[in-house]
């Protein structure tokens, strides 16, 4: 058994913030377990998010339990196997999300969470490369945030098409105010995606105080009463134990950190006791508070050629793409997932935007590996409700590290949210029909034209939308009794042991959820530190 002052479980958006800065003192040893290998090939190359989607090599490819409103489908769940977590696989657009979202959390009781009080560690964490205001951006973070200029005729006639609809640029949805088209903020730089791997644990490899463990499954977490001292974990089948003299921070997701506290037997005691897991503490939030983002995608076909991915990535035009990234890093293949996006309110009169639209410039069709570009050329536009009050829950099936937890999602169980995503859909449709698009002869696909009812409208919703990947909140921070973690992420009635993650967030932000989750890494460091034990 080796010893260190701090353990930290997982390498992904949060851990490897926290494991760069509780490292930063040399008198902290820091070991830093990640079960995912340590990179992947296509995980440098922005475009290389679509050959990971389905990649058992850096993704744990979980999927949901059937639900009435997935029509009984199993609904992916991608979730980052690698240094970097989701950040090293996922689409790396970059929104913080609003004011609102954290003054909320404040609000909950969890002091030390508005927005005013979290803005500093936003800052802190980025190098923006975008300009803007200076009392919303931070110039020397370790993560590279870009902000590319809609030069494209495709993301220009956007644009002007949003503004026949009152829905005006902004050119910094990440500062003073989200409201608005704009381009994607995204984690790329000169053409290389900037995951948490490359930006935070990169340039500290050589710190001798920091221990960075690939391929190290934690299976349990080890405690004396009502103290955690460490934790049991696997390398290669071969079992291996790590004792914390000060903390062990939990940091392995949204599915991944429910998970684990359960198998440790902490959580609800009947469920546990089921498994014949000997209940250690109870604490009945584990797992529950399950939010995501349930999006719909709507398909337009596009007539005029060579503008979207469909024709500029099949053929010559590949050809041509691959050579100017090799060349230069740019085009296509440097893109973020979604390039464009507005944050647009259902409704007049509210104070903030509580819709997402996100566009991708390409059709992509089933294939015997996953999703693949389509031969039709066109738009996927997908449109959904930003703060959905759905919730669902992670559960483990067995007292097995390796067997994926149940995720059931209870998707638009909250009537709102079905309300929300049929406005949505109303509104692409809206940009998507506005007369700047007929330039470039835009047609509908899905829903299609033929459904013009709420009714016919969700129907298609349940039959068809995924989620965009965002889950959070199985071990929600607040004061209640269904809350896992308090405002200092310190788990409830356990010494020894936070969580810092996206599984902390009492309630979904509005927009991607990594931003937010490597802020939490960052402000969890600093708590670790200040209120050592």
């Not at 007049?348 to 509580?354: F, H, I, K, V």
């Not at 406005?423 to 033929?450: F, H, N």
């Amino acid at each position: 058994m080796q010893s260190y002052e701090y353990i930290v479980v997982g390498a992904g958006s949060a851990g490897a913030a926290v494991a760069h800065r509780l490292s930063a003192d040399t008198r902290n040893r820091v070991l830093l377990l990640e079960a995912g290998a340590a990179s992947h090939p296509w995980s440098f190359i922005p475009v290389g998010s679509a050959r990971l989607i389905t990649n058992p090599a850096a993704n744990w490819l979980y999927s949901s339990e059937p639900e009435p409103n997935t029509s009984g489908r199993r609904i992916p769940v991608p979730r980052g196997k690698l240094l970097g977590g989701s950040s090293a696989i996922n689409g790396m657009a970059f929104v913080r999300g609003q004011a609102r979202d954290f003054d909320t959390w404040a609000q909950m009781g969890n002091q030390g969470w508005s927005y005013a009080d979290v803005l500093p560690f936003f800052k802190r964490m980025e190098v923006y490369e975008g300009g803007g205001d200076n009392a919303f951006r931070g110039r020397e973070g370790p993560l590279r945030v870009t902000n590319p200029e809609p030069r494209e005729p495709i993301f220009a006639t956007l644009i002007k098409a949003a503004a026949e609809v009152r829905i005006p640029y902004n050119p910094d949805y990440n500062g003073a105010r989200q409201e608005g088209i704009a381009m994607s903020q995204a984690t790329i730089a000169r053409g290389r995606r900037m995951s948490t791997a490359r930006c935070y644990l990169d340039p500290i490899r050589n710190r001798r105080n920091l221990h960075i463990e690939t391929g190290a499954l934690t299976e349990t977490l080890m405690l004396d009463g009502r103290r955690c001292t460490g934790v049991r974990y696997s390398v290669g089948g071969e079992p291996r134990e790590a004792r914390a003299t000060r903390e062990v921070v939990v940091s392995a997701g949204t599915i991944n950190s429910p998970q684990l506290l359960e198998l440790s037997g902490i959580g609800q005691p009947e469920r546990l006791r089921d498994l014949g897991i000997e209940v250690r503490h109870a604490l009945p939030g584990v797992g529950e508070n399950l939010r995501d983002h349930y999006a719909p995608r709507t398909r337009w076909h596009v007539g005029k050629k060579w503008i979207t991915h469909n024709d500029r990535g099949r053929g010559a035009g590949l050809v041509y793409q691959a050579l100017r990234y090799a060349l230069f890093r740019k085009g296509m293949l440097a893109s973020v997932g979604a390039p464009m996006r507005a944050f647009v309110c259902s409704r007049e009169g509210l104070e903030a935007p509580d819709l997402l639209l996100g566009w991708v410039p390409m059709l992509t069709e089933p294939g015997p590996k996953g999703p693949r570009i389509a031969k039709q050329s066109g738009f996927t536009c997908y449109a959904h409700p930003m703060r959905p009050e759905s919730k669902g829950h992670v559960h483990i099936t067995a007292a097995d590290p390796r067997r994926p937890p149940a995720i059931n999602f209870n998707f638009l169980s909250a009537p709102p949210d079905a309300e929300l995503t049929v406005c949505a859909i109303r509104i692409a449709r809206a940009i998507m029909t506005a007369p700047a698009m007929a330039s470039l002869q835009v047609t509908e696909v899905a829903p299609g034209v033929d459904r013009t009812t709420d009714d016919e409208i969700l129907d298609w919703v349940k039959k068809a939308a995924e989620t965009t990947y965002h889950p959070v909140g199985t071990c929600k921070m607040g004061s209640d009794p269904m809350a896992v973690v308090d405002a200092q992420l310190r788990v409830h009635g356990i010494a020894g042991l936070r969580v810092a993650d996206a599984s902390i967030m009492p309630t979904l932000t509005s927009g991607n959820t990594n931003a937010p989750s490597i802020m939490i890494g960052e402000k969890a460091a600093d708590m670790v530190l200040k209120y050592a034990v």
